[in-house]
Every structure is written in structure tokens, then in C-alpha cells.
């Protein structure tokens, strides 16, 4: 690590990222919060077009992107390129592919889709050496690696093998049960098998582990045989704490308005933020803006974001012109400005994986801190905290009327009562659901690895 040190007692971590940390908020709270508490910090992400490759965060807070070679198709080496490519033909992939194609695989392509998804994982495990590495190579003295996501964690492992020998430890980050969890899911039963095994023998060997909720750290105690983690709620910094009631903001309105018109200055915002990908309801919502009782509303469906299913809905958009709108993503510390001018959230996430049951995602603490309700999918772990705090409404996301049922009931409150409900959405968020809150735990775990030799690498 190039930056400030360490202040006397902390530590020098590095934090693996397995994107290019352009949306990646949990990790930069983590980062900035633990640089607050002294420790030195040095993400080490993946680098992207028109992305630096080095960047200050901070005090004590360094980005460093490298270069790894990301294609699925590396998994496939050193078989000759002609063999590779008839292999990543015949699995619906092109030669110089990095992801996976976006949407569901359909007809005789979802006999395709686990070989894709086999070949993904294949070239993912081969890359970690690389990946090692030049984590180790950003981050030379590090003492601890925290990583997020699962792919990461062997990484991490690796990395501070590198840098500080048997003395390294690593911290697993669960914020989700990725092998529960989108395509995973979806793997053979023996695949997944494997997976985890190796999960649960990385995770043992961990110093420290947290979770996204107190529910997903009760089943990885239960599933890999450690100690209940650490629970670290994905909540946004605490907005606007000196304006305890609602925070009054026309940034999504006026950029409805430049797209709708005039007409789209006066009528119900119902937003959904964040990435654009199956399996969150999506698809559901945009079903719903058709249903008589979301259309009585005069309702605008607003997509703010980014991700694989963003073409689809600039297309569905189109033949909706008066009811729905796509927004590109904001900036981070923009997004709450943007989504306080919602009339109701739709987080939905319905619950189709074990992963998708026990989580909470971002946006469900955004909205709340931004002073908007919320629809969520019902039998989750967002639906039990929405009817514990008295803040939205639970559906059945999977079906686009009871979707349109939900918003509708919320958005035909009267005037009192909506105004009721926000202020208790903004009330629970500042006195529960804040960083400042949940970071607690965050602290005390690396303060004790500050102190404590033990857990180390095995």
C-alpha cells in the first residue's frame, strides 16, 4: 500500500471487488467507515473503459483497478482457439464474452444455460491465481483481505497468503448466499454441491464473517458449522438527520416531467431503482402498469438503473409512452435526493431462491431512508421487516395484479394517512436502519482482529 498508514493500533486491509466498483456502495461504506476508525484501506477492483486506474477515496482510503483477462472463454485454455471457439458456439457464448447473456434462457437454449454458467465458473476459478496476484501486487503489506462476493473469497485467501504469510487473515462479507442465488441456483444439485463445500472450508478458515441480515447469518451458522456472524445491514448513511420528517425533492419528477411532458409533473411516482435483472419482479411491475387498478391511479412506472434488462424496458417503454419511463443510474450519494420524490418504492424481489427469502437489499433502506413505502414480495425477509415497522404493503410479486393491488392501496391513502406513512417510513429509518447504526458490528470485528493474532490462514 502506496497511501497513509495505518494510525498506531489499526490495521492495513485491502477489500476485494468483483466488479469495478462503480455501484458498488456496501464495500466504499466498508471501506470508508474502517479509514475513519485509523485502518489503512487499499479496494482493489476490476478495470473498466474510461475508468482510472488508481484513485483516492479518501484519507486513508486508495482504488486500484487491474486488468485481469475476464473472458469465459480463458476457462477453455490451452485448448487450440479453434476448439474453443466451436465449444463457446455450441454454448451460445462469443469468443471475447465476459458475462453471461442477459434474460431468461428460453426453449432449447435453458439446456445450454448450465453449461454456460459451468464454463463461467470454470474460467472463474482458473483467473484466481492472476487475480491473487494483483490484489497482492496493489495491496503488498496487507495484514487482512475482506471480500464480499463468493467468487472472491478464495482470493482474498490467496492474496494475504501473499502479503503477510501465516499471519494473513481474510473476512468473508456474506451479503449474499450466492449458491442460492440467481444461476447458481439453477446449477445440477452436484455442482452446487461442490461449491459449497468449498465455501464451508474457506469459511471456517476465516477470521471473520458477516452477514446481510440476522436471518442469513442464523443459516450460515447453521449451514457451514461457525459461530453466528456478524450482522451488518446494508442501510445507507443516515440523510438528513437534522430533517427528521419527509425531505421534500423534485429531481425524479422534473426528469419524468422532461420526458412525459407537463402531464408527468402532477401524477403518482412508483419507482423502482437499481439493477435491471431478472428475478427481482421487473418484469412483473412493468405487467402491472396494464392493470386496470394501477392505471385508475394515473400512475407512472419510473426504471432507474442500469443492468441486462435495460434494453428490454427502453422497448417496453415505448409502447407505454404516457406510463412508464427509464432513467439511467444516478450517483450514489444523488440516489436518495432522486428517490425521495417517489410516491412509492417497489423493491419487490420475489421469493424464488433461499438467498432471495433471507436478504435486504439496499434499496429497501434507501426508500425507507428517502421517506418512501414500499412493496415488497411476500414470504421474504424484506416482507416481515415491512409489516413489523408498519412501512408498505407485501404481495405476491410474481403475479402483476396483486403488484397493481398493492401500489394501488397505497397510492388512494388519503392525504393524511400518506403523509402519516412517510414520515414513519423516515422516523424508522433514522432511528434503526442508518449506516451509523449498523456499522457497530463492522467496527468491533476489525478492532478485534486489530488485538487478536489469532485466525489465521489455513
Same mark, same amino acid.
Given at each position: ?61 486508495? %482504488? ?18 479453434? $476448439? ?109 454441491? $461442490? ?172 426508500? %425507507? ?60 429509518? %433514522?432511528? =434503526? ?9 463492522? $467496527?468491533?470485528?476489525?478492532? =478485534? ?10
Amino acid at each position: 500500500m502506496t497511501g497513509p498508514g495505518p494510525v498506531p493500533g489499526r490495521l492495513r486491509v485491502a477489500i476485494v471487488a468483483a466488479n469495478t466498483f462503480e455501484h458498488e456502495s456496501r464495500l466504499l461504506k466498508t471501506a470508508s467507515t474502517l479509514a475513519d476508525d485509523g485502518h489503512a484501506v487499499t479496494v482493489v477492483a476490476f478495470a473498466g473503459p474510461g475508468l482510472p486506474a488508481a484513485a483516492a477515496l479518501g484519507d486513508r482510503v486508495e %482504488l486500484h483497478r487491474v486488468t485481469l483477462d475476464r473472458r469465459i472463454g480463458s476457462g477453455l485454455e490451452p485448448l487450440p482457439s479453434g $476448439l474453443r471457439s466451436a465449444i463457446l458456439r455450441a454454448t451460445g457464448l462469443a469468443p471475447d464474452a465476459e458475462a453471461l447473456p442477459a434474460g431468461r434462457a428460453r426453449g432449447a437454449d435453458r439446456l445450454r444455460a448450465p453449461l454456460r454458467r459451468g464454463l463461467e465458473i470454470v474460467a472463474t476459478v482458473r483467473r484466481g491465481r492472476e487475480w491473487s496476484a494483483a490484489v497482492a501486487a496493489a495491496a503488498p503489506d496487507a495484514q487482512v483481505v475482506h471480500a464480499k462476493a463468493l467468487i472472491a473469497l478464495p482470493v482474498a485467501r490467496d492474496a494475504v497468503r501473499r502479503t503477510a504469510g501465516r499471519d494473513g487473515r481474510f473476512v468473508y462479507d456474506v451479503a449474499d448466499l450466492h449458491t442460492e442465488s440467481a444461476r447458481l441456483a439453477k446449477l445440477p444439485r452436484v455442482f452446487r454441491a $461442490l461449491i459449497r463445500r468449498r465455501e464451508r472450508r474457506l469459511v471456517r478458515q476465516a477470521a471473520g464473517v458477516l452477514a446481510a441480515t440476522p436471518s442469513m447469518a442464523r443459516e450460515i451458522a447453521r449451514r457451514f458449522g461457525v459461530p453466528e456472524p456478524v450482522v451488518l445491514l446494508n442501510c445507507p448513511p443516515a440523510w438528513h438527520p437534522e430533517t427528521p420528517g419527509p425531505v421534500s425533492s423534485d429531481r425524479l419528477r422534473l426528469a419524468v416531467e422532461s420526458v412525459l411532458g407537463p402531464a408527468g409533473s402532477t401524477r403518482p411516482l412508483v419507482l423502482y431503482q437499481g439493477a435491471f435483472r431478472v428475478d427481482q419482479g421487473i418484469e412483473e411491475l412493468v405487467a402491472a402498469l396494464d392493470d386496470p387498478a394501477l392505471i385508475e391511479t394515473g400512475a407512472v412506472g419510473v426504471f432507474l438503473g442500469f443492468g441486462h434488462l435495460e434494453s428490454w424496458l427502453v422497448g417496453e417503454a415505448a409502447g407505454r409512452r404516457d406510463r412508464m419511463v427509464v432513467l439511467p443510474a444516478v450517483r450514489e450519494p444523488e440516489l436518495l435526493e432522486w428517490t425521495a420524490g417517489a410516491d412509492v418504492s417497489f423493491v419487490g424481489a420475489p421469493p424464488r431462491t433461499l438467498n432471495q427469502r433471507l436478504t435486504l437489499p439496499n434499496k429497501l433502506f434507501q426508500s %425507507l431512508m428517502a421517506g418512501v413505502p414500499i412493496v415488497v414480495g411476500e414470504g421474504t425477509e424484506h416482507c416481515r421487516l415491512t409489516r413489523a415497522e408498519g412501512v408498505g404493503r407485501c404481495c405476491d410479486v410474481d403475479s402483476p395484479h396483486a403488484i397493481a393491488l398493492a401500489v394501488n392501496e397505497l397510492l388512494t391513502l388519503p392525504a393524511a394517512e400518506r403523509d402519516a406513512l412517510r414520515l414513519r417510513c423516515r422516523t424508522v429509518a %433514522l432511528e =434503526r436502519y442508518s449506516w451509523e447504526t449498523a456499522r457497530e458490528g463492522l $467496527l468491533a470485528l476489525y478492532r =478485534r482482529l486489530s488485538t487478536d493474532g489469532t485466525g489465521t490462514v489455513g
